[in-house]
């Protein structure tokens, strides 16, 4: 059975990478290998009711995900419909592309720090489709935004959600990851940014023109700035919700969701519908790229059965006898996490090692939560924030392999060598 479950999650992957040449889409490829990986478990396993379990267990962390997905791209769509982003647009007057990309990358970084990497790159890549006009431009900038989205995340203990596990689980705590990984993180950003600016060196910033912006779309200032403001609060405010209640994200951002609704509805009250109907929530939630959610809940399921069947503890364990070294075990799980998600990952190095042998703040998660993070921008598809960025700007994989993958590469292996180096001289 394990080695059918590997085969089908070979040959889907294949696909999905494979999507434009074989003009399949990857949603399709997705949901197909979740599914077949999933019946031959069930059959295989013979266990119905502990198959179902596991089966519903998966649905709701990847429903969560999804809904927090969903509320996100749908507040981004909000704020861009009343030309919201405007807000930050009018305020950055570089004319210089290499200057805009240092500006983006570094905004990029800190917001996802404060956010989470994939709602900061659904803002800044949307940010980039109404600020360049040149679409090969907007790949490139897409790329470093997901580059910069993972670097951001890992240092913060809400930046990304392997970190977050780490830091719930108790394996780090807020101040130590952020004092031992903020550095690295950096130096993971600065180098394919500082790559990718010198290319773009000397071309201007080719603007888009708002041709769409008529008479019966314009949106007021008070407005515009009324639903960017309320939209960045409430994703910001999503950490914060979760460190309360202690409730999932998901909820934060449907709550959320739920206030912007009102507002928008309280704003427009007095528009005729055929003025306000673009304006509204269920108008944005129409919008928003169904394709890729549905993809995402496929690749999460299909990766769940890997779990659920031990096949990546296995290799965890395997990678232990065979290596030996945590640093290099570590280096590799991080590249692992650029085709097999990193959430699962995660989960099986914090089953594997326990907090008896490895205790809080140890190099172990610290350096897993910087390589686990930031490798998933090695693949388009190797993070939420990839995923996110491939569905809004239409990336195609092997764009982002011959484009951004060395240089994603070769930021999480300088920001891997800083973290080693800082780590011996500080211990």
């Known amino acids: 059975m394990l080695t059918a479950l590997v085969v089908i999650f070979v040959i ?8 434009h040449p074989i003009k399949i889409n990857k949603s ?12 031959v478990y069930a059959l295989a396993a013979g266990e119905a009711d502990r198959v179902g379990a596991q089966l519903g267990e998966s649905v709701m962390a990847t429903a969560q995900i999804v809904f927090f997905l969903m509320g996100a791209m749908t507040i981004v769509e909000v704020v861009d419909a009343h030309n919201g982003f405007e807000v930050i ?4 007057r570089t004319s210089n592309l290499s200057r805009l990309m240092w500006l983006v990358g570094f905004v990029t970084f800190f917001l996802s720090a ?8 659904i803002v800044m890549v949307s940010l980039m489709r109404k600020l360049l006009a040149k679409h090969e431009d907007r790949l490139f900038f897409a790329g470093i935004i997901v580059i910069a989205a993972n670097s951001g995340g890992a240092w913060s203990p809400i930046g990304d959600v392997t970190t977050t596990m780490l830091w719930i689980g108790g394996q780090i705590t807020s101040l130590a990851i952020i004092e031992g990984v903020f550095l690295p993180s950096v130096v993971s950003l600065i180098v394919p940014l500082g790559m990718t600016a010198y290319v773009l060196r000397g071309r201007a910033v080719l603007s888009v023109e708002n041709v769409e912006n008529s008479q019966d779309r314009r949106t007021t200032e008070f407005e515009r700035n009324l639903m960017f403001f309320f939209g960045l609060g409430i994703l910001v405010a999503v950490p914060a919700f979760k460190t309360i209640t202690q409730l999932p994200p998901f909820m934060g951002i449907l709550f ?17 519908d055929v003025f306000k109907q673009h304006l509204t929530l269920a108008h944005a939630l129409s919008r928003i790229d169904m394709s890729s959610i549905v993809f995402f809940v496929g690749i999460l399921l299909a990766v769940a059965t890997l779990e659920h069947t031990h096949i990546l503890t296995s290799l965890a364990q395997w990678l232990d006898q065979v290596v030996g070294r945590l640093d290099v075990i570590v280096l590799i799980i991080g590249i692992a996490s650029a085709i097999v998600d990193n959430v699962p990952l995660v989960a099986a190095s914090m089953g594997m090692y326990s907090l008896d042998q490895y205790p809080t703040d140890h190099f172990l998660w610290e350096f897993l939560a910087y390589c686990a993070g930031t490798g998933g921008s090695i693949l388009i598809i190797g993070s939420a924030a990839g995923v996110a960025a491939m569905g809004l700007e239409k990336i195609h ?17 300088a920001g891997a060598g ?8 500080l211990h």
């Open 256 to 272: 959320g969701l739920g206030i912007l609704w009102l507002v928008g509805d309280l704003l427009h009250r007095r528009k005729e």
């Open 89 to 92: 647009t009018k305020r950055i």
């Open 12 to 19: 889907a992957y294949a696909a999905i990478a494979l999507e």
């Open 114 to 121: 404060i956010l989470d990497n994939l709602t900061t790159t």
């Open 397 to 413: 994989f092997f764009w982002y392999v011959k484009k951004i993958s060395g240089l994603a590469l070769i930021g999480y292996l």
């Open 28 to 39: 399709a490829s997705a949901l197909l290998g979740a599914g077949l990986l999933w019946t």
């Open 418 to 425: 800083v973290y080693l180096a800082q780590y011996q001289l």
